[in-house]
């Protein structure tokens, strides 16, 4: 009994060693320096007051940058949805229709989900040019691994009884999914959709700084020229769809439990 | 609803048999040459201890689990029976009588699944299942909104969608109250008496093996070890 304590004794303090040599390591590489900070938020509370009023000129370029914003999440959410639905299928214990494909679909979907969707960006906008359709392509290769995931987990965690009861009636495994396991999870995939969609429209505000269109490009632009008007005229505006999008996924989800 | 749950190209007029049954899982016997038939018309009640077979009997005998032996019904022995799950595995999100229609998946393809599409012919069966379990108006409700009873009759339903002619329930009343146990032992028995069908259920109590089967097996440690005739008390339904 004794030495069965000293033994999780010794772990638990071996983990803290562990974790203080990891945190003096990430010190010494970002080597954070609070003095350095004091001293230069005055120059940034100066910047910030120049960002006042906001400045909302040309605002039928501001919307067409919103709605290029909007259309790379959606879009490229929906692409995302279509490319992880085959992959689910190969990467859920329930559904997998072929045991070894198992793990090889997995390491895409991490592969897919490793690299950001500003990499993906910045590497198609050589292959299609500038603009938003680079943009999408980065949000549903990076997107497709994160929902290909989710659902994946959900369907893992899912209640299979009636599954199994759907198999003993003589249905195929392909039907059993389609009115049985898809319906029964779509609270926690619709709203991991839903999510995604969220984070993709915060995502591709970022997006622009690769040339890949959106309010990001605005962003950058105006950041490039000290433009703090402009600057805070686009943040508001990346605020505004967020927490339009977000109550709007909001209300589908409740709908949909 | 006059629709006849027990056609003439049914098995109603077949019964079970199980013959020479094993089955070893990870190297253990968990049965040893069980063989028990059932006739059409006829309920029997499966009991013993936890642990003594029972449930494994019953999967076996619906094609969940692979074993050696004999499993037809009538003479075919290809066809399963329908097995009524202990906790009723209801699809929760689904409406009462798409649960009752996943027993006649096997005869619609995967594109009128996918599309629910279902021939009339089954949404009328579906609804006389229902009917005939007492739930006749619950057919738009969703599975979540039942009671436990009213959950295990809508799983008797989906069993009966089948159109199997044997039925096979797993203490279907285990998690039930005595009324609604009552209630579900009752039409298993009317099931079997009235409609023809043969049914092979287990249970833990006694006094409801002897009020509504006709006979009781016995099993332990995987053999039917025990048989008794109860047919003269509940000949009539």
């Known amino acids: ?123 198609f906008v050589a292959a299609v040019g500038l603009g938003p359709f680079a943009g999408m392509i980065g949000v549903a290769l990076h997107s497709a691994g994160t929902i290909a995931k989710l659902w994946s987990e959900a369907l893992e965690t899912a209640d299979l009884a009636p599954v199994e009861a759907a198999l003993s009636a003589g249905s195929s495994r392909a039907q059993a999914f389609v009115f049985v396991l898809a319906p029964g999870t779509l609270p926690q995939t619709a709203s991991a959709l839903l999510y995604m969609w969220e984070f993709n429209i915060r995502a591709s505000t970022v997006l622009g700084v690769v040339g890949a269109g959106g309010l990001g490009q605005d962003l950058k632009n105006a950041i490039d020229l000290l433009d703090f008007g402009r600057v805070l005229a686009d943040l508001i505006i990346i605020v505004a769809m967020v927490v339009a999008v977000d109550r709007m996924s909001a209300r589908l989800r409740r709908r949909l439990l | ?46 009991q013993g201890p936890s642990g003594a077979g029972k449930t494994t009997l019953l999967r076996v005998a619906a094609g969940l689990i692979p074993a050696a032996g004999i499993i037809a019904v009538g003479d075919d022995i ?98 039930l109250d005595p009324e609604s146990a009552t209630l579900v032992m009752s039409l298993l028995r009317d099931l079997a ?19 509504y089967a006709d006979r009781s097996l016995r099993i332990s440690d995987g053999r039917i070890v025990d048989h008794d005739v109860f047919g003269l008390l509940n000949s009539t339904a």
């Open chain 1, 1 to 123: 009994m004794r030495k069965g304590m000293r033994a999780t004794r010794l772990k638990a303090g071996g983990v803290l060693i562990v974790l203080a040599l990891v945190y003096a390591f990430c010190l010494w590489v970002v080597s954070p320096d609070l003095g350095r900070l004091w001293s230069g938020l005055p120059r940034l509370m100066r910047w910030l007051a120049t960002g006042f009023p906001p400045d909302f000129s040309g605002p039928y370029d501001l919307a067409l940058r919103a709605s290029e914003t909007f259309a790379i999440a959606t879009l490229g959410t929906t692409a995302a949805a279509i490319l992880a639905l085959p992959m689910v299928l190969f990467a859920a214990r329930p559904v997998m229709p072929v045991a070894w494909l198992y793990h090889p679909v997995r390491a895409v979907l991490d592969t897919l989900r490793g690299i950001d969707a500003l990499v993906f960006a910045l590497v």
């Open chain 2, 1 to 46: 609803m006059s629709t006849a749950l027990v056609s003439e190209d049914s098995l109603g007029a077949s019964g079970l048999r199980l013959s020479g049954i094993s089955v070893a899982l990870g190297g253990q016997a968990v049965l040893s040459d069980v063989s028990v038939s059932v006739a059409a018309g006829e309920i029997v009640a499966l």
């Open chain 2, 78 to 175: 290809k066809a399963r029976p329908a097995l009524i799950f202990q906790h009723h595995a209801l699809a929760a999100r689904l409406a009462v009588l798409d649960n009752v229609l996943i027993g006649s998946l096997s005869r619609i393809g995967l594109l009128r699944t996918t599309l629910r599409l279902w021939p009339d012919a089954e949404i009328t069966y579906a609804e006389a299942c229902l009917a005939k379990v007492g739930l006749a108006s619950f057919g738009p409700r969703r599975a979540d909104t039942l009671s436990g009873g009213q959950r295990q009759r809508v799983a008797i339903a989906r069993a009966l969608a089948q159109r199997a002619g044997v039925l096979l329930a797993d203490e279907p009343v285990a998690s």
């Open chain 2, 193 to 211: 008496h009235n409609e023809g069908l043969a049914v092979l259920v287990s249970l833990h109590q006694p006094d409801l093996a002897r009020l």
